[in-house]
């Protein structure tokens, strides 16, 4: 499915916040393992939507990223969802490449687990 297809039955608006940016954690789609989060504005909603992959706004860099153009670990979305305040999304992805998300080279980058 195309991700405008899957616009089409948006019944709600993304709250951006004071800084007009809203968290985007990608999970993988099939193995349901998370893969990262950054952040999305509207533009950078708007250009997934457009292209069905992940584009994402980097604050440190402050312009947008389409998540693959230089690593190849391209994100196609399947499916996203809104928390229940419409302040954070969540999207299903499945990842073209060498399935890489984190810039360090590992799958997630959620690797580092913390002790008790």
């Given at each position: 499915?195309?991700?405008?297809?899957l616009m089409k039955d948006v019944k709600f608006e993304v709250e951006f916040g004071d800084k007009k940016l809203a968290p985007a954690?990608?999970?993988?789609?099939?193995?349901?393992?998370?893969?990262?989060?950054?952040?999305?504005?509207?533009?950078?909603?708007?250009?997934?939507?457009?292209?069905?992959?992940?584009?994402?706004?980097?604050?440190?860099?402050?312009?947008?990223?389409?998540?693959?153009?230089?690593?190849?670990?391209?994100?196609?979305?399947?499916?996203?969802?809104?928390?229940?305040?419409?302040?954070?999304?969540?999207?299903?992805?499945?990842?073209?490449?060498?399935?890489?998300?984190?810039?360090?080279?590992?799958?997630?980058?959620?690797?580092?687990?913390?002790?008790?």
């Amino acid at each position: 499915m195309k991700f405008e297809d899957l616009m089409k039955d948006v019944k709600f608006e993304v709250e951006f916040g004071d800084k007009k940016l809203a968290p985007a954690i990608v999970q993988d789609a099939d193995k349901h393992d998370v893969l990262m989060m950054a952040w999305m504005d509207e533009e950078a909603l708007r250009r997934t939507n457009e292209c069905g992959e992940m584009v994402f706004w980097s604050r440190s860099r402050k312009e947008y990223w389409h998540k693959g153009d230089t690593s190849g670990n391209v994100m196609t979305v399947v499916n996203w969802y809104a928390d229940c305040d419409s302040d954070a999304l969540l999207f299903e992805v499945r990842m073209q490449g060498p399935q890489v998300a984190c810039h360090t080279g590992a799958r997630s980058c959620f690797f580092k687990k913390c002790d008790k």
